[in-house]
């Protein structure tokens, strides 16, 4: 019996060591497993906060370019970031893939000049591509009181009736440029690029009576972006009695972000002394003040230049074309 209980006894403290081992084993477990919680929780934490912060700086980022949209300034910066097209609309990758491409196109300006021909004097033309714009009225009242008259070379816009009608009505030339503007559309194919431009001819003679016949291709006929042959277009002008224009002297008002009034000018006045022929690139777009603000100092120096006369383009101008036979 005695032995039994010594039995017992030693069973007790042998129970009580397992126990003890147990315990201690499940803390051994447990620390690390705590510590690798503990490490995988401070990871999220950070993690997060990080996010965090990025998506406070996006944001603070986002809410600059819609204040700098109000004050109308850099249309150009908000469109790169935003991709929008001229109407300031957003636009997909492709066309934003395509709109920055023109924007290159529209900065080179290469011009075989055999045909610059001057008869002693120098011809400047002042065309502005992409409108009618909130600034079409400033424009047309700078060019009023300095007397000329220019080349504007629209797109299809329901909101602004009364300037397509004043462009036409202050002897302007009224040019065409695009109906839609949208270079994966109208660059599709000879058909599609038809397409557009009819469109365009009917919204204008509907509009002014007016049968437009001179031309600007968006992104310029030297463009990198047509799928279609651009010989094609050009051809296809020919066959209709049409002309198209590209230019020789780029303000730069489209390319490189932000551009002040005196930057532009400056664009301008160092170049269009080259050529007898100068076919000058502007933009009328919603966010340009820069242009307009440009314009006087522009005019002003053209006609102090001897010799030298502002004109709109006609079908006799010489033929300022990067592509041409
Ligand atoms: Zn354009």
Request: with cysteine; hydrophobic share 35%.
């Amino acid at each position: 019996m005695s032995q039994n209980n010594m039995e017992t006894d030693n069973n007790g403290e042998s129970g009580n060591k397992i126990k003890r081992a147990k315990k201690r084993s499940f803390i051994e477990i447990l620390i690390p497993v705590l510590t690798f919680m503990t490490i995988v929780n401070c990871i999220v934490i950070l993690v997060l906060v990080v996010n965090i912060g990025k998506k406070v700086n996006g944001l603070e980022q986002r809410l600059l370019v819609l204040q700098n949209n109000d004050a109308d300034e850099p249309y150009q910066e908000a469109s790169v970031m935003m991709s929008t097209d001229i109407n300031g609309n957003t636009v997909d990758e492709s066309e934003a893939v395509d709109i920055a491409e023109a924007a290159v196109c529209e900065n080179s300006h290469v011009w075989d000049d055999r045909e610059d021909s001057s008869a002693g004097i120098k011809r400047v033309y002042l065309t502005f591509d992409d409108g009618p714009s909130a600034n079409t009225d400033r424009i047309l009242d700078i060019l009023d009181q300095y007397g000329v008259k220019a080349t504007f070379f629209v797109v299809a816009k329901d909101k602004y009736p009364e300037q397509y009608k004043r462009i036409v009505a202050d002897g302007h030339t009224l040019g065409m440029h695009s109906y839609s503007h949208k270079y994966n559309e109208i660059y599709e194919s000879l058909d599609a690029y038809k397409h557009d431009l009819t469109q365009l001819h009917d919204f204008l003679y509907e509009l002014t009576g007016e049968d437009c016949n001179i031309v600007r291709f968006p992104g310029g006929s030297s463009n990198t972006i047509s799928k279609a042959d651009m010989w094609e277009l050009i051809d296809y002008l020919d066959e209709e009695g049409m002309v198209y224009f590209d230019w020789n002297v780029s303000s730069g008002d489209a390319t490189g972000g932000h551009k002040s009034a005196s930057q532009i000018a400056r664009n301008v006045l160092d170049n269009v002394g080259k050529y007898n022929n100068s076919v000058i690139l502007f933009h009328d777009a919603a966010g340009k003040d820069s242009t307009v603000d440009a314009l006087p100092m522009i005019i002003e120096a053209i006609l102090e230049s001897d010799n030298t006369v502002i004109l709109p383009i006609s079908k006799d101008t010489v033929r300022v074309q990067h592509l041409h036979k």
